[in-house]
């Protein structure tokens, strides 16, 4: 897994690649960590490059969500593929996040 | 035609990518679709991550036993450990009103699956029976908890 952190303004965009799963989610989460330390609470997070996500892959984008949002921060997702959206389905987390198409209409949506 | 086939991995969170190549090439092959390839990877993963965790603690150096049986009805995975026991008496579905960051696996496995069956009779671990059915000749199970 790769993840690329970039800037639009006070935006983060995060951008994964690869399968996000108990093996990588970790990484996943100390780049959250990082990026919370250092006062980041809006998040644009790409997963179009993720081809397989479980549920620690999940926990690591609800405790991003759930930690910004005590304060006036946000976490929006976008590129999410159909395979992938199930379990946002599933889960009901697709009520939870918003969710967009692509990148522009994410960062766009703050 | 019935077709078998086996995959031992070690409990080691790297192995988990390895058991959902060989576990999306044998369903392809076996004719299954790609929605329900990737449901299997999803229930796979899910399911082996609860056993590195739980049956194993964290713990690699294990042994986890895949097993693989697939005919014109189904495919039916077999997780073997022989670690400490699942217990479904601790399963709680999780509350879907507010957002988790922890217990959807089983429900996950449960919701994705036809039919899911714990054994833990051998007195040493677990084998956990996944099946799925063909699109057009569903399995008997429905999804039903632990």
Redesign the interface.
Known sequence: MQVDVSKEGDIVVVVVQGELDANTAPDLRAKFEELIGQGKNQYVIDLAGVPVMDSPGIAALVNLFKRVRIGAGDVKLCGIREEIMEIFQLTRLDRVFDIFDNRADAVASF | MNAEDRLIIDSQ??A??KA?DWLADRASRAGFP??TV??L??AL??AV?NV??HAYGGQPGHQIILSLVTDDQALTLTIRDFGRPFDASHYQT?D??E????G??I??IH??MDEVRYDTSSGAGTTLTLVKGRANNPSTGSGSGP
């Open positions: 969170p790297e988990l990518a959902r790609p929605d990737s449901d990877k999803l993963t899910e991550s590195m965790l999780p879907l009103s957002p988790q960051e922890g959807y696996g429900f996950l919701s994705l």
